[in-house]
């Protein structure tokens, strides 16, 4: 008796003794099961911010790998579990009966039959890269789901499994299989459809989509059967579900945003993004894009990009990289266009408008120049090529006038402007301000289409927020756009304004004058009309065509031209851009214009001649109301004249009594400017003459070309010869005779139209110019080689 006493205690000190090897042994070899399970590569996927698929990128291992799901449909869900694995919610990683069964049906087979893994098994050898099938690989999984039963929930290990399941060829995982055979989101899965995957991971080598379908039939349709002899389906849903075909292709995966997905590819790779682009409004972007392609296309234009951004959140809806193409490489159509940068144009005039209205360095209605130019060997000329003489800074950003933007650049500065394009998001700004020189605003750099979308989003968020937070600015108003949902936001500071909401407010009202495309024509006599701000550009040489449009809620973006570069007759701003622009806003929801910020504008005189404040000469008076901190000073061209008593000639205290003198106030532009300007306004009334007898006290003469003297070169005519300086000269009055002469040399007279071609030697020159009313003028230049 005392020997079996000491026998049994003996016996349950190597029982506990094995027990607590093993349980060493278990915990410690918990560390041979990785963290996490799966080291693999993922394709990158794309989805909507409704999570509706939008494209995807195979993984680096060359399969349609989708990362991991959050959840399992219960289609997918009852149909797997009913053919893998009925006791997988109640077994602790492993099954002891399947295992027995396993083992009894593979000796009476004499040959592997049947494995009796669970799908915490599966799941393990699918993460160890499915080993051959073999008894050390065996207890090795077995080992692994203990392991994983404890480290996961049921609902994770089964997640797990529809992502890593193998589906035939290169697909593998639950998410990719759906698209890729039945062409939908696993979720919208028929009973027929998820029970054919359910069954495919079983033998994915020998039943394959479109070969062996027979076999792949008779699996699923058992499986439909023991649906429903566990009351999963209805006998209806059954006979359905077995009619219903087979697929019979691999489907290509939906391809709605390839420029995006590309730029995600290369960013989050391997990665499911989020995005914040709308299904719907991608697909009528698409469908406006390609309508417009086949119109342009007949002008040899093939390429296109348009974004569609939201106000005040800066996501972008809507991202047309370029024109799509069965051959991508025939015109440059892979390109994504919206992150290539490309030539201004006209389009950043808008900015510089704005800012110099915040510096309180502009009026909207003061008189710009508008007459022939040329500064520090820059020729600027207006699209038409015409002049105006003075045309009011609102209605030149309107009619987006070159010379008037170059001298509202030179009084500004190159280098603030530059500065300030900087910090409001042109990143590719990559030369010094002196590299650019003036022709900064009008195409001189180039830019992105998704930082332009983003500085006149800004723009928008700006006059927006302060609206809707009681005039808050923000520390940094000019971020970035945004096109992934999971991106965090950081709490934003108060701070100074870098341009305020008023001076936004008017920029955007001067745009809102903007003439728009024929097919928009008389918007403004509808109610319903929604008020775009809109701005165009074209690139020199006719290479690159933009618009950019303006609401309270959206922005839209558009760029036309070629990817290499070409340039085409007709390829402006207005007719190939701007109607692509206004197609897609029809496309958005209506929004109501943007409040007038009130607390930072204020009501000011100015003359209503020349736009100025009004000195004590100005008739005439009108009242605007501009952003607070204005600068400008009283108007420079209204005068007091002195007229003899019949009021028809310009008289002075040497030459008429003083006492018979009428006095008048008079509206007098210096003589280039005139030159134009009454042309284009007819009831511009020009000085009157002067008595003879009386001297001349106003500059009757001056030189409209050149502009610069210290540099003048002589031109080369297509042949190869020396051309000739054309010398153009403005003069007050009409039916006068000029007198040339360059170096005291006589050289010719002019009457009505004053120009001289002139071919002087290199070197520094006198011309003197004398009219027949004894006024003169005298320049000195210098001929230069080049």
Not at 750 to 773: A, C, F, M, S, Y
Request: glycine share 6%.
């Amino acid at each position: 008796m005392f020997g079996r006493k000491i026998y049994i205690k003996r016996a349950g000190r190597k029982l506990l003794i094995f027990l607590l090897l093993f349980l060493m042994l278990f915990f410690i070899g918990g560390w041979l099961v990785p963290r996490p399970l799966f080291k693999t590569s993922y394709s990158t996927v794309l989805e909507s911010s409704e999570g509706e698929l939008l494209g995807a990128r195979i993984s680096d291992d060359e399969q349609w790998r989708f990362p991991p799901v959050d959840s399992v449909p219960v289609k997918y869900e009852k149909c797997v579990l009913n053919f893998e694995d009925k006791y997988f919610y109640f077994h602790p990683g492993i099954n002891l009966f399947s295992m027995a069964r396993a083992v009894f049906q593979n000796i009476r087979a004499r040959r592997i039959v049947s494995g009796g893994s669970t799908i915490t098994m599966q799941v393990c050898r699918l993460a160890r890269g499915q080993k051959e099938r073999t008894i050390k690989n065996k207890l090795i999984e077995i080992f692994w789901a203990l392991h994983v039963e404890l480290r996961y929930s049921k609902s994770e290990i089964l997640e797990m499994y529809a992502s890593h399941a193998p589906f035939g060829g290169n697909v593998v995982g639950l998410d990719a299989a759906a698209w890729r055979y039945f062409g939908r989101d696993p979720g919208q899965l028929s009973w027929a459809e998820a029970a054919t995957l359910a069954v495919l991971p079983n033998a994915p080598s020998l039943i394959y989509p479109g070969r062996l379908d027979q076999r792949l039939k008779q699996k699923r349709d058992q499986l439909l059967n023991q649906l429903l002899f566990e009351n999963e389906i209805d006998s209806i849903t059954y006979d359905l579900a077995i009619s219903e075909p087979l697929p019979e292709k691999v489907n290509a995966l939906p391809e709605l945003a390839f420029h995006i997905t590309e730029k995600a590819n290369a960013e989050k790779h391997g990665q499911r993004i989020h995005s914040t682009l709308r299904y719907e409004l991608q697909n009528r972007v698409n469908e406006i894009v390609a309508r417009h392609h086949q119109r342009l296309k007949s002008n040899f234009i093939h390429n296109m990009a348009v974004l569609v951004v939201e106000i005040p959140s800066k996501k972008v809806l809507a991202y047309v990289g370029n024109t799509a193409s069965t051959d991508s490489t025939a015109h440059g159509n892979q390109v994504d266009v919206v992150q290539a940068p490309r030539s201004t144009g006209s389009i950043l005039k808008p900015f510089l408008y704005c800012k110099m209205l915040d510096d309180g360095l502009l009026l909207p209605t003061m008189l710009e120049p508008d007459i022939p130019v040329r500064l520090g060997g820059f020729t600027p000329v207006n699209f038409d090529r015409e002049y105006n003489g003075a045309v009011p800074a609102e209605e030149a950003l309107a009619r987006s006038l070159n010379i008037p933007a170059v001298h509202m650049l030179k009084d500004y500065g190159v280098g603030p402007f530059y500065s300030f394009l900087k910090k409001a998001g042109m990143s590719s700004l990559k030369e010094q301000p002196e590299h650019y020189g003036l022709s900064l605003i009008l195409g001189g750099a180039e830019v992105k289409l998704w930082d332009l979308a983003g500085m006149y989003a800004s723009l928008g968020t700006i006059l927006k927020r302060y609206d809707e937070e009681d005039g808050f600015y923000s520390s940094d108003p000019f971020s970035p756009l945004i096109w992934d949902e999971n991106l965090q936001i950081t709490e934003e500071e108060r701070t100074q304004p870098l341009v305020r909401a008023a001076s936004v407010y008017s920029t955007f009202d001067a745009l809102l004058k903007v003439k728009r495309p024929e097919s928009e024509a008389g918007w403004e006599h509808f109610a319903h009309s929604r008020k775009i701000a809109w701005k165009t550009g074209t690139s020199f040489g006719f290479r690159d065509a933009w618009a950019v449009g303006v609401t309270s809620r959206y922005v839209v973006a558009v760029w036309c031209g070629n990817a290499d570069g070409e340039g085409r007759a007709g390829l402006t701003g207005v007719t190939a851009a701007a109607p692509v622009m206004f197609d897609v806003f029809s496309s958005l929801p209506f929004s109501e214009w943007f409040p007038v910020p009130v607390d930072e504008m204020t009501s000011i005189e100015v003359c209503a001649e020349s736009g100025y404040r009004p000195g004590k000469f100005c008739p005439e008076r009108k009242v605007v109301q501009i952003p607070t901190g204005n600068k400008i000073g009283v108007c420079p061209w209204h005068q007091r004249i002195h007229l003899n008593k019949e009021g028809t000639h310009r008289v002075n205290a040497d030459c008429y009594p003083v006492s018979e003198m009428q006095h008048k106030s008079w509206f007098v532009l210096p003589p280039a400017m005139e030159y134009y300007y009454k042309r284009q306004n007819v009831l511009y009334a020009t000085l009157p003459p002067l008595m003879p007898g009386c001297s001349e006290t106003e500059q009757q003469l001056e030189f409209i070309y050149p502009r610069e003297w210290n540099r003048l070169f002589i031109p080369v005519d297509l042949d190869g010869t020396p051309g000739k300086i054309i010398f153009d000269l403005a003069h007050r009055s009409n039916n006068v005779t000029v007198y040339w002469y360059l170096d005291n040399r006589f050289l010719g007279t002019t009457k009505n139209v004053h120009q001289l071609e002139l071919r002087p030697d290199e070197g520094w020159h006198n011309i003197t110019v004398t009219d027949n009313l004894g006024n003169s003028l005298t320049k000195r230049f210098k001929v230069v080689n080049r």
